[in-house]
């Protein structure tokens, strides 16, 4: 039995951590010392807000000092590093700001919004109603004009900006003033473009007028999977007074641990990994254009973040074409988003992407055997095992 455990886990590290091209924009890697923490001696122990537990006082000095590099790293007043994911960190964001029957907006999964933010999610469990924000789908872009009309309208109770599916940043300047004027708090789930805004490359939502940025720290940010949340005084310390007990008794405190570190390496790292992935990203973009390839938004230079996004025209083909390229040991999600984050992390540039563009193109135009494109991709991935971007 052991063996097979850990036969599992140990051919699960050889394929995906060794011989794939991850490109799942929702992933990343750690480096080897952050990862390391999530091992340590932390993961075994609790704390608790009211003192409950003795032994804490390490525990209580890594939690300042994460909170205090998330306050510098993101520009923010307040910080809390206890959330267990991106979706834990929306619904603490959401249950603090609103009651059964109010209404928030938010991007719709239709225009590439958080699903499990609507009524199968979040709006659901808390018993809110859910508004979508006026979308252009063709530009991937909020229609400011239409939501400044939608907002005076509805008069939402919370406003939501980011999505699962982002290319481009969201337009929390032109918005969040007209937000205020109707009361409406002012939210960022920055999941997937964590890392860009860390680096400094995509936008700042807390300068721009968030009153909260909130989300995953494992997609663009190369964080231990969890979540984080940034805030002003005002609403940070309002969600802090409930985080626990409400939504989190144990915190994780190794997974914090890790958190801290991945920050500091974001503070001193952040901005040239941001500036590359961004970089791969178009260049990925631009050569699948230029073979051919359905890629979302070339009139806009296709994408200012970790993401390229092609249209397959639909789930179903999107699924075969991601079946076909997992064959050849290139990992992509159905819809097909791609994300250049973790091979950005492993070292990869614009030559790698060039090269990449072409394994996707002799799977899924050539119509090449995946098993003999599978050797090309195997030989690329094991150039980059090292991580970047980290403290050697
Ligand atoms: C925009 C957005 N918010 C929240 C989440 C949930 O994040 P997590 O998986 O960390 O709970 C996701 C998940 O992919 C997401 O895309």
Not at 184 to 202: C, N, P, R, W, Y
Not at 338 to 349: A, S
Request: proline share 4%; charged share 25%.
């Amino acid at each position: 039995m052991i063996d097979e455990i850990l036969n599992l886990v140990k051919n699960h590290e050889q394929w995906r951590g060794k011989k794939c091209l991850n490109l799942i924009p929702s992933e990343n890697v750690m480096s080897p010392t952050v990862r390391g923490l999530l091992a340590s001696e932390l993961g075994h122990r609790y704390t608790a807000r009211d003192r409950f537990y003795m032994g804490t006082k390490f525990i209580d000095e890594i939690e300042q000092y994460g909170e205090e590099l998330a306050k510098e790293v993101f520009g923010a007043e307040t910080a809390d590093l206890r959330p267990l994911s991106g979706h834990i960190a929306d619904l603490i964001f959401l249950a603090c700001f609103t009651k059964p029957g109010d209404t928030f907006m938010c991007v719709s999964p239709e225009d590439g919004g958080y699903p499990g933010l609507w009524n199968d999610g979040l709006a659901g469990l808390l018993g809110l109603k859910v508004v979508s924000t006026p979308f252009s789908r063709e530009n991937m872009k909020v229609d400011v004009e239409k939501t400044v009309e939608a907002v005076k309208c509805v008069k939402p109770k919370v406003l939501i900006f980011g999505a699962s599916l982002i290319l481009f940043p969201h337009p929390v300047k032109e918005l969040a003033a007209v937000a205020r004027e109707n009361n409406a708090i002012v939210g960022f789930d920055g999941s997937h473009v964590l890392g860009l805004i860390a680096g400094k490359q995509f936008q700042d939502p807390l300068k721009e007028g968030a009153h909260a940025l909130f989300g995953s720290t494992h997609k663009s940010f190369f964080g231990p999977q969890g979540g984080i949340i940034l805030a002003d005084k005002e609403h940070g310390e309002k969600m802090k007074e409930k985080i626990y007990p409400r939504f989190v008794d144990n915190a994780h405190w190794n997974r914090i641990a890790a958190l801290t570190l991945a920050l500091a390496e974001m503070k001193r790292f952040g901005r040239d990994y941001a500036e590359q992935v961004i970089r791969n990203a178009k260049s990925l973009a631009k050569t699948l254009h230029d073979y051919g390839f359905p890629v979302r938004c070339a009139r806009l230079g296709f994408t200012e973040s970790h993401q390229v996004i092609m249209d397959f025209g639909g789930y179903g083909r999107g699924k075969e074409v991601a079946g076909k390229l997992q064959e050849a040991n290139i990992i992509v999600d159905c819809v097909i988003r791609i994300g250049t984050c973790e091979v950005t992390r492993r070292g990869m540039k614009e030559g790698e992407m060039a090269k990449v563009a072409e394994l996707i193109k002799r799977v899924v135009l050539d119509g090449e055997n995946p098993e003999t494109v599978k050797k090309d991709v195997v030989k690329l991935c094991l150039e980059f095992q090292d991580i970047e971007y980290c403290f050697k």
